[in-house]
């Protein structure tokens, strides 16, 4: 089966619906674990992105949050959100079919704080200096319930099965 023609087709077929150009298809062992469309407009979810959702799918039916020995088709780049998600479960490989450079002159999603063009560094700014308002208001009862868990996990600060590079 061509992947990334089936993670082309879903998403097309999204668009066809009233959804979003988004979708994305996560293999292992040559076959689909999972696969979904952007259902964003459809869900009024802003978080349900299609590599969310997929990667949710996989982990439930894998029993885990580690998608070790997966490759992860993605219609465009990801944004950050969908980033952090692929980075936090491992997937061997994420695979991109379009850029933002490539799909601009065609779609934009210029929100009040998320622009593509600028989005990605705003995660290299320090907090003071994002455009999304925030502050730091330290409780030491926060800190407390990381030592909670650590104790509950036998002094270990890892999470048990977790892959490390």
């Known amino acids: 089966m061509n992947f ?29 674990l999972a696969e979904s469309p952007n259902l964003v407009a459809q869900t009024d979810d802003p978080t349900a992105h299609a590599e969310i959702l997929a990667i949710r799918e996989a982990c439930v ?3 885990t949050e580690h998608l070790t020995g997966t490759t992860i088709y993605v219609l465009a780049h990801p944004c950050p ?9 491992s997937p061997d490989e ?11 002159p065609h779609y934009v999603d ?5 622009e593509l063009d600028t989005f990605y560094g705003e995660f290299t700014k320090d907090h003071t ?22 104790e509950r996990n036998g002094g270990e600060r890892r999470v048990a099965g977790a892959p490390t590079a």
Not at 5 to 23: C, H, K, L, M
Not at 94 to 104: C, I, K, M, P
Not at 130 to 144: F, K, N, Q, T
């Open 4 to 32: 990334a023609q089936r993670t082309i087709d879903i998403a097309r077929r999204n668009v066809e619906e009233g959804g979003r150009p988004f979708a994305t298809v996560i293999v292992k062992d040559g076959k689909i």
């Open 61 to 63: 039916k894998l029993g």
């Open 81 to 89: 959100m969908c980033l952090g998600s692929l980075y936090y479960c």
């Open 94 to 104: 994420v695979v991109f079919l379009t850029t933002r450079d490539a799909y601009e």
């Open 110 to 114: 210029d929100r009040k704080y998320f």
């Open 129 to 150: 200096e994002r455009r999304l308002p925030m502050r730091h208001e330290a409780h030491d009862a926060a800190v407390e319930v990381y030592k909670f868990w650590q």
